[in-house]
């Protein structure tokens, strides 16, 4: 598996038995200031990818970080063919959108109708020149412009979430001060009320204070002897 630098604007997954043929192709797409993976097999490819595959000897799959901006692949390849390859992509819903091109030193015109129904962009014959390799720029452009639009998608829904995050902890806070609102006031409520009785029964008193004065201050008056109209004999 050959790497170009990392530094390169598109990065190519370039699938082919041969190794003349990944060579060859691995050093036009370098001309094109092009990263490129090379493997020799399309079950290597899915697994390069992070997509399942049938082959029992196929180590555990995981995806992969770094950007793939398209895949070129040979059709007629041991175990799975280039045709099989696209399938399994195009089945993947997260490697759906790559654009897939197939080669092919057959000019079969089934073979290349059949590949593009399935959602190849390009079916080239072999040995593919530079010329060919010039028309998979834009195919690769789309997918990078495809990338960088879910990425500012994404980043607002970020920002969503730690806010929401951030303001957790505050509702939390509310919540507990509430909390000790409401427990201060069901202690204070008793208190409240006892001296509301008290006040009560001091009034009461009160007022039966100044009914007994009156009341004693009548009587007096009532039972007081009057002497003015009695004369005594003698």
Do not use: W
């Not at 009156?214 to 109209?229: I, K, N, V």
């Amino acid at each position: 598996m050959g790497m170009a630098a990392v530094e390169s604007q598109f990065h190519v997954l370039a699938v082919d038995d041969s190794s003349f043929d990944r060579k060859l192709i691995e050093k036009l797409l370098q001309k094109s200031s092009c990263q490129v993976t090379t493997v020799d097999s399309g079950y290597k490819a899915l697994e390069f990818l992070g997509i399942e595959s049938n082959d029992p000897n196929a180590l555990s799959t995981s995806p992969q970080e770094v950007e793939v901006n398209l895949i070129i692949t040979d059709y007629c390849m041991p175990g799975m063919t280039g045709y099989d390859l696209l399938k399994k992509v195009k089945e993947s819903s997260a490697f759906k959108n790559i654009p897939v091109v197939i080669m092919s030193s057959e000019n079969v015109p089934a073979r290349i109708s059949r590949c593009l129904e399935e959602g190849a962009e390009e079916f080239f014959l072999k040995p593919v020149r530079m010329a060919d390799l010039n028309k998979l720029k834009p195919h690769m452009m789309k997918t990078k412009l495809n990338n960088q639009k879910l990425e500012e998608i994404e980043k607002p829904l970020n920002v969503s979430a730690a806010a929401a995050a951030a303001v957790e902890p505050e509702i939390k806070d509310s919540a507990e001060v509430g909390s000790k609102i409401l427990t201060l006031q069901s202690e204070l409520e008793p208190k409240q009320v006892h001296l509301q009785v008290a006040q009560q029964e001091e009034q009461t008193l009160g007022n039966n204070n100044k009914r007994k004065s009156m009341e004693e201050g009548l009587s007096t008056d009532r039972s007081r002897p009057r002497f003015e109209c009695v004369t005594t004999a003698v």
